[in-house]
């Protein structure tokens, strides 16, 4: 009974009635003038993201006016911020946003949630940046027994990953907060505060708050998720649109993506001086600066890339059906990466698979 529960709070949308869904895919971009219905054409784009350095083409891109260049004349950019992937693709099946840079579980719930119908991964973001970060204290992880650990949010995709991993060491969790380990889920800013003050043992989070962890209230790295996937390549960062809105607007879909691709390769051509630009505007959005040693630390622990990194986003759908957070579901579908090819190939740029 409890895992049902679960399930629907792992994205709070999945309360929404299939009239509130269908109104949000499409709904709001029909009028009647004198009687004709016809499409309305969209004079805005509604772009989500997080204050994450795992964000930092959505952070660097808004902030170079990268994105609002690209669009033009065509339609005006709206941002939004998030502190975890479930309140994002809310926002998305509410019609709220039209694409979000999100993490992989928060995408995948929404293609299972709605059936395959709401959401398309149309680029890759970023790949790696996420860390276990615990006290000195705690060796391996069997000293995690009986400990807190925090997570961004029930269900989002670190939190998913640290109870796959607990699992393989042989540790239980559960939705409460019970089990071996304690999971607690909440928000970033606030891991920083309970971590420092001993409420939580550890956490598995992002960057820039996993080196924050470490630089500000003397954590240490008990693992750096990179170890855990082939080639230490995984997907944390990747920008997903709502269906209808690419359905619709394909011309300003290939414009974000053309605003995705440049970021990314105005921040590996110059990653110290994209690391000041999200520097700045982590500063605006938190109140506080990174210190240099963090930022530097930060941005050699990411790789920006436009490639979704696909094997990694199955091995995640596996891992959150097998702690209990995801019904099995088929992936065939979820990637429309024919824009990111096309803009890739315009560029010189070697194309990606969905595979």
Not at 42 to 56: D, I, M, Q
Not at 109 to 135: D, E, P, R, Y
Not at 206 to 213: K, N, Q, V
Not at 326 to 347: M, R
């Amino acid at each position: 009974m409890e895992v049902r529960r679960v399930r629907g709070f792992v994205v709070t949308v999945v309360a929404l009635t299939v009239t509130a869904l269908a109104a949000a895919c499409g709904g709001a971009e029909t009028t009647t003038q004198g009687g004709t219905t016809a499409a309305t054409a969209a004079t805005e784009v509604r772009l989500g993201y997080f204050p994450n350095v795992t964000h930092a083409t959505a952070l660097y891109g808004v902030e170079k006016g990268i994105f609002a260049k690209n669009l033009g004349s065509a339609a005006t950019l709206k941002t939004q911020t998030f502190n975890a992937g479930p309140a994002a693709i809310e926002a998305v099946f509410s019609g709220a946003i039209d694409a979000t840079y999100i993490g992989p579980n928060p995408a995948i719930n929404a293609w299972s949630k709605s059936k395959g119908q709401a959401i398309k991964i149309i680029s890759g973001a970023a790949s790696g940046g996420v860390f276990l970060v615990v006290k000195p204290e705690i060796k391996s992880a069997a000293d995690l027994k009986g400990k807190k650990v925090a997570t961004p949010q029930l269900g989002n995709t670190q939190d998913v990953a640290i109870r796959y991993w607990l699992k393989q060491q042989g540790l239980k969790t559960d939705t409460k907060g019970g089990g071996d380990v304690h999971i607690v889920p909440q928000e970033n800013s606030q891991t920083l505060q309970t971590f420092a003050t001993g409420d939580i043992d550890g956490a598995w989070v992002p960057e820039p708050f996993a080196s924050r962890l470490v630089s500000e209230s003397g954590g240490k790295i008990l693992l750096d998720e990179r170890e855990l996937w082939p080639d230490r390549k995984f997907v944390i960062t990747h920008l997903i649109v709502r269906t209808e809105f690419l359905t619709q607007h394909p011309d300003l879909v290939k414009k974000l993506v053309q605003s995705q691709v440049e970021a990314n390769a105005a921040i590996n051509a110059n990653p110290a001086e994209a690391a000041q630009t999200v520097n700045t505007v982590l500063e605006r959005l938190s109140g506080k600066a990174l210190k240099p040693e963090i930022l530097d630390a930060v941005f050699k622990n990411i790789t920006f890339t436009n490639d979704p990194i696909a094997s990694s986003l199955k091995g995640s759908a596996d891992h959150a059906v097998d702690v209990g957070l995801l019904e099995p579901v088929d992936l065939n579908g979820i990637y429309d990466l024919s824009i990111l090819n096309t803009v890739l190939k315009e560029t010189g740029a070697p194309e990606v698979n969905d595979r």
